[in-house]
């Protein structure tokens, strides 16, 4: 499980979230919601150790990780799939699965790489940097296997992809939550986000304005009495 209790945080002197809380249970796919600017990608960085908090605690799987790196929180079970993609563009593909890849486990990475992602078994020798949007996006996916994770947070990933590869991502995270596998997700298509998700948390201003079972924001009239927009589909 993971637990963000009352984080306050930001960057500099500008604080982005106030006293926010949020737990992520075994098992679990919680989608974080809210308008740009509400501090969804702040919230991810403290949870994956990318930025401290100013106050709170962060605690997985029962221990306080408040703090602690991102190399330390990969160790700990959660995987990290940052907006932007999150490889290596000047190695090649088949260089970017053997580092994702567990030690003495390639083989077995590469397999499942193109077994889940066919598109990237005519890249291995190809920079990654040079793949396609889609393509980029599926080969950052595959950490989320790989790596063999307790729990991965996930921002936008389909962000500026075409809806026939959204499709795919929205695949391969729903074969990831079958396994077992936690996911805090920070996603665009809402609908979407919410159809997978069992709770759902919205944030407005670097605060908490809801939280509870995803089923509860299904109806357009309860989310736009939060944010005044209208959900996309």
């Known amino acids: 499980m993971l637990e963000l209790e009352n984080i306050t945080a ?20 919680v989608a974080l919601l809210g308008p740009n600017g509400a501090g ?4 991810l960085r403290v949870a994956s150790g990318l930025i401290k908090p100013m106050s709170g605690r962060v605690i997985l799987n029962g221990q306080d990780v408040t ?6 929180m990969c160790r700990k079970g959660l995987c990290n799939l940052p907006e932007g993609r999150g490889i290596f563009p000047s190695l090649t593909v088949r260089d970017n699965l053997i580092l994702q890849s567990p ?3 390639e083989t077995a990475t590469i397999e499942r790489a193109v077994e889940s992602f066919p598109a990237l078994a005519t890249r291995m020798k190809q920079l990654a940097g040079s793949l396609s949007g889609g ?11 790989a790596s063999e994770p307790r729990i991965v947070v996930v921002d936008e990933a389909s962000l500026g992809l075409a809806p026939i590869i959204v499709d795919r991502i929205f695949e391969t995270l729903a074969q990831i939550v079958s396994t077992g596998v936690s996911v805090l997700l920070v996603e665009q298509y809402v ?19 809801f939280s509870g079972p995803a089923d509860d924001l299904q109806s357009d009239e309860i989310f736009e009495r939060y944010f005044g927009i209208e959900i996309s589909a």
């Open 10 to 29: 930001g960057y500099g002197d500008t604080v982005v979230l106030r006293d926010v809380s949020l737990s992520v249970p075994d098992s679990k796919v």
């Open 40 to 43: 969804k990608t702040t919230l």
């Open 67 to 72: 703090g602690k790196k991102p190399f330390y």
């Open 103 to 105: 030690k003495g486990k």
């Open 135 to 145: 393509e980029q996006q599926m080969l950052a996916l595959v950490r989320t296997f």
């Open 191 to 209: 609908t979407r986000a919410l159809a997978l998700a069992d709770e759902a948390c919205l944030l407005n201003r670097g605060q908490v304005v």
